[in-house]
């Protein structure tokens, strides 16, 4: 099917289509968003556009103006100097409890690494729509995958970004697996971003009054994949998102984001900018182990995030998520008993991460009904 027949109906056409053959027919096309651009549409297709609800909220919040600002952590001599060690321990602790969500700098990754793994990506998302077909897939057991939108047939609206996959531990794929547009640096990447996961492992555990190595005996990162995502131009932003309001089902998320800038945390029930800084990593804790969460049993916060869409472009990031969903671990995930007491009862049963995952995956990225509400123990707030 080209794209020219791929029949979508613009924002602009009658109420009446069907949005299951719209959602088929882009589907099928295997092109993703970037085949909707380059077939060069001026008005973006009915699936992607908001419900009524959501717009003028979207469009208030994207147009306020916050001075609010992340917390910026130097993670420069975490390991040399006890003393450094304890500012930086103390100063996630804060952003963990209060945001969810800090960028890190000083965090011993280079910035050839860095910028050689969004350049990579660029190429991958950037070839011929028959090269990225080959891996077009929504079978997320797949170890190297291409899709747009996970979430496409759940979701209340379609989000404005493609995605390629690559699922890295604990079973990485063949280097002939990975597509030659980023084959090597998606390797060196994984290997370094893996390093700097297991340092802020440490941090969290020790901000969380725990051992060092508490969160990495307990298995929690003993499994990453990453997700790259491809956010092109779009010629109706104020209709749409990059990426609806969600938490992430994963311990953390260690995301690399260019320069163009889009992505907001929900603080304090506002929506706050998380500006592009030259060499830093976003971090934000996910739904099994962040400070409203799971683990932590709502001592750390796990951080609500989005990405608006802009007509500027393409934003490109990359999410490396550690999680064992793909991993065949029948390790229980609960509320650490180490920080229960009478006082501090655990508000959520345990759970299994693949049937968490299950079930945030069932709803949708955009549900109103957070995926952890499941997992509450009864009568527990």
């Known amino acids: 099917m080209s794209d020219a027949n791929m029949q979508l109906s613009s ?47 979207v469009k208030a919040d994207s147009d306020a103006v916050c001075n609010l600002e992340v917390p910026v952590i130097n993670l420069k001599d975490a390991r040399q100097d006890v003393i450094r060690r304890k500012e930086i321990i103390k100063a996630i602790q804060q952003a963990s409890e209060e945001w969810g969500l800090f960028q890190v700098v000083d965090h011993g990754m280079s910035s050839d690494v860095m910028s050689e793994m969004i350049e990579g990506v660029r190429r991958f998302h950037e070839h011929s729509k028959e090269v990225k077909m080959e891996y077009y897939t929504r079978d997320d057991s797949k170890k190297v995958r291409f899709v747009s939108n996970y979430d496409l047939y759940q979701a209340k609206a379609a989000n404005w970004r493609d995605t390629v996959y690559f699922l890295m531990e604990p079973d990485a794929p063949s280097p002939e697996e990975i597509p030659e547009a980023c084959r090597e640096i998606v390797m060196k990447y994984s290997a370094e971003v893996k390093t700097l996961g297991l340092n802020l492992f440490e941090l969290l555990s020790e901000a969380l009054g725990l051992e060092p190595n508490h969160l990495i005996d307990i298995d929690c ?49 506002q929506w706050v900018d998380v500006p592009p800084i030259p060499g830093a990593f976003v971090v934000n804790l996910g739904d099994l182990l962040q400070s409203a969460q799971l683990i932590s049993n709502n001592k750390f916060k796990s951080a609500e995030h989005r990405v608006l869409a802009k007509c500027i472009g393409p934003r490109i990031s990359l999410a490396c998520f550690f999680s064992t969903r793909f991993s065949r671990l029948d390790r229980l995930y609960g509320p650490l008993k180490e920080l229960l007491s009478d006082e501090n009862p655990p508000l959520y049963r345990e759970v299994l991460v693949r049937d968490y995952v299950a079930h945030y995956n069932s709803k949708g990225i955009d549900d109103d009904i957070p995926a952890l509400d499941l997992f509450r123990l009864q009568g527990r707030k």
Do not use: W
């Open 221 to 269: 990162a003993k499994g990453h994949f990453i997700g790259c995502h491809y956010y092109p131009a779009c010629p109706e932003p104020h209709l749409t998102l990059g990426i609806s309001a969600h938490t992430d089902p994963a311990f953390i998320t260690i995301l690399l984001q260019d320069h163009i800038g889009g992505l907001q945390v929900r603080y304090e029930n």
């Open 11 to 57: 924002s602009k056409n009658e109420p009446n289509n069907d949005r299951q053959k719209e959602l088929e027919a882009f589907d099928e096309s295997k092109a993703g968003v970037k085949g909707l651009v380059d077939a060069g549409i001026v008005k973006i297709p009915s699936i992607f556009v908001l419900p009524t609800s959501e717009f003028s909220s």
